[in-house]
C-alpha cells in the first residue's frame, strides 16, 4: 500500500525544475509547508524527487535503510576533482576507505592540530587595519584552506601552499557551474573553463603526488600530519594500504569536503554577531573570562561553552550542507510509502532545522536554545547539520574545533561590523550554503 503524496503544480516538461532552480530554499521551504512530510516533485518528464520531512524518515534513510540508497547524482560531477575518496565511493569501497581514514580523525588526534588553526587565524589577521573593509567570505575561505593544507601536509609545503589553493579553486568552481550547468559539455570539448580545470588538476596532480613520493621514500620518519596518517593507515583483515591513487583521491576529498563547509559557517557566525549585539557582548564576556587575553587553545575548549553554542545555533539556521540527496537502488519503504529504482530523495538541514515543530522562534538566532535538553527533547533528525549514519560527515569534530578556535581567536581581537548597516545577506544555495555576493564588513579593533 502506498500513502498518497502530493506536492506544488509543475509545468507539463520541465515539472518543477524552473521554480527550484529560480529559489532552492523557498521552494522546499514552501513545498513543506505546503504538502506535508513527504512531498513529491518533479525535474523534467521523469527524475522524481521526493522531499522527507519526517525526522524519523530521514532517519530510516540514512541509518537503518541506508543499504538501499545511493549518493545523489550531484556528487557524481565531483568525481572528476576527488575521484573514488569517501565522499563520493560506495558500498564495500567506502566502508574500507572508511574504516582505514577513521584513525586519522579521531577526537584526540585532531586535537594536535589546534595550534596550527589558531595560528592560522593570528597570521590572517596580520594585515588587517581598523577601519578597513574586507570581503570576510573571502578571508574565512583563505584560512580555511590554508589550516587544511597545514594539517594535510605540514609546514612541507609552505611555498606551494598558494599554488594548490588557486588549483583547488579552479576545481571547485568548476563543479559548481557544472552542477548547475543545463548543458553538459564533456572535459574533452577544449572550452575556456575546460581547459582551466585540466590545467589546474595536472598541476594538483603533480604536486600531490611528489609530496606522497617524497614521503614513501622517507621511511622512518614519522609524519604527524594528515597525509603522514594515510599513508600509514592499514587494513584490519589484510594488513594492505592505499595505493598512490587512492590517496590522491582522499586527499583531493579531504580539500574539497573540508575547506568550504568551515569558511561559510565562519561568515554566517559573523554575519550573525553583527546583527545581534547582544550575543556579541556575551560571547566577548566569555573570551574575557575564560582567556584573560592568552591566545585559546584546544585545552579551553570545554570552558568556551558559549562560543560553542553560537557555532551550534549557526550551524541550525545556516546549514553549510543544506540538503542531502540519495537515489533509491532498490525498491524501499518508508514511512507507508513504497519508493522505486532511480527516485531521489532529498532530506534538508535548511527545511528541518527551521520547523517551528522543533523549534521556538525558529528564525531567530538565540545559541541558548542549546544550553537545553532541547537535542534530548527533539527527535534526532531535527537537527543534523552533519549528516547521519555510516556516511556521516567524518570530519565533524574537525569542523566544530576549528571553527570554535577561529571564533574565539579572531572575536579576541577584532569586531566586525556589517559594512552597511541595515545590509542582509542571502544564503546561496549551490554545492554548500554560501553568502551570495561574499561579505564586506568593515573591521573594528577591539
Ligand atoms: C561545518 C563544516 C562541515 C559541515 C557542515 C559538513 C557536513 C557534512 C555532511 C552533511 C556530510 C554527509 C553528506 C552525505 O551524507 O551525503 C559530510 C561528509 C563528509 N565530510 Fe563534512 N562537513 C563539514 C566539515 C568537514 C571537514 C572539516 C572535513 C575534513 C577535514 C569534512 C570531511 C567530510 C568527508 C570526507 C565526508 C564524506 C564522508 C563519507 O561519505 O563517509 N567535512 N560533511
Known amino acids: 500500500m502506498n500513502i498518497t503524496t502530493t506536492g506544488p503544480k509543475g509545468l507539463p516538461i520541465s515539472g518543477n525544475l524552473m521554480a527550484f532552480r529560480r529559489s532552492p530554499l523557498q521552494f522546499i521551504r514552501e513545498a513543506a509547508e505546503e504538502h506535508g512530510e513527504v512531498v513529491h516533485f518533479r525535474f523534467g518528464p521523469s527524475r522524481h524527487i521526493y522531499l522527507l520531512t519526517n525526522p524519523d524518515h530521514i532517519k530510516e534513510v540514512l541509518v537503518s535503510k541506508q543499504a538501499h540508497f545511493r549518493k545523489g547524482k550531484g556528487l557524481q560531477v565531483a568525481r572528476a576533482v576527488v575521484g573514488d575518496g569517501i565522499l563520493t565511493s560506495e558500498g564495500k569501497k567506502h566502508l574500507r576507505q572508511?574504516?582505514?581514514m577513521q584513525p586519522a580523525f579521531h577526537r584526540?588526534?585532531?586535537?594536535?592540530?589546534g595550534d596550527v588553526m589558531v595560528r592560522q587565524a593570528v597570521d590572517l589577521m596580520s594585515d588587517w587595519k581598523t577601519g578597513e573593509l574586507r570581503d570576510i567570505h573571502s578571508?574565512?575561505?583563505?584560512v580555511t584552506l590554508a589550516i587544511i593544507t597545514e594539517t594535510m601536509f605540514g609546514k612541507t609545503v609552505k611555498e606551494g601552499a598558494d599554488q594548490i589553493g588557486h588549483a583547488i579553486d579552479v576545481g571547485l568552481k568548476y563543479v559548481a557551474n557544472k552542477g548547475s550547468s543545463f548543458i553538459d559539455i564533456p572535459l574533452s570539448v577544449p572550452t575556456k573553463s575546460n581547459r582551466e580545470f585540466l590545467e589546474s588538476s595536472e598541476l594538483l596532480d603533480k604536486t600531490i603526488y611528489s609530496l606522497i613520493e617524497a614521503r614513501r621514500n622517507s621511511e622512518g620518519e614519522e609524519h604527524k600530519d594528515l597525509l603522514g596518517m594515510l599513508l600509514a593507515a592499514r587494513d584490519e583483515d589484510d594488513g594492505e594500504g592505499m595505493t598512490d591513487e587512492q590517496v590522491r583521491d582522499e586527499v583531493m576529498t579531504i580539500f574539497v569536503a573540508g575547506h568550504e563547509t568551515t569558511a561559510n559557517t565562519m561568515s554566517w557566525i559573523f554575519y550573525l554577531l553583527a546583527t545581534h549585539p547582544e550575543v556579541e557582548k556575551k560571547l566577548h564576556d566569555e573570551l574575557s573570562t575564560v582567556l584573560c587575553d592568552k591566545l585559546p587553545t584546544v585545552e579551553d575548549l570545554p570552558q568556551l561553552k558559549y562560543t560553542n553554542l553560537i557555532v551550534q545555533e549557526t550551524l541550525r539556521?545556516?546549514?553549510?550542507?543544506w540538503t542531502i540527496n540519495r537515489e533509491v537502488v532498490d525498491e524501499v519503504e518508508i514511512g507507508g510509502h513504497t519508493y522505486k529504482p532511480g527516485e531521489t530523495l532529498m532530506?534538508?538541514?535548511?527545511?528541518?532545522?527551521r520547523d517551528p515543530r522543533y523549534y521556538e522562534q525558529a528564525e531567530e538566532f538565540i545559541p541558548e536554545r542549546f544550553d537545553s535538553d532541547l537535542l534530548k527533547r527533539n527527535p534526532a533528525y531535527a537537527y543534523f547539520p552533519f549528516g547521519g549514519g555510516p556516511r556521516v560527515c567524518i570530519g565533524n569534530n574537525f569542523a566544530l574545533m576549528e571553527a570554535a578556535l577561529l571564533l574565539a581567536t579572531i572575536a579576541q581581537r577584532y569586531r566586525l561590523r556589517l559594512a552597511e548597516p541595515n545590509q542582509t545577506v542571502e544564503p546561496e544555495p549551490l554545492v554548500t550554503l554560501r553568502p551570495k555576493n561574499g561579505l564586506p564588513m568593515r573591521l573594528e579593533k577591539r
Open 98 to 100: 572508511r574504516r582505514l
Open 139 to 142: 578571508d574565512m575561505m583563505k
Open 317 to 321: 539556521l545556516y546549514p553549510a550542507a
Open 347 to 353: 532530506m534538508s538541514q535548511y527545511v528541518m532545522h
Open 108 to 113: 584526540d588526534r585532531i586535537a594536535t592540530y
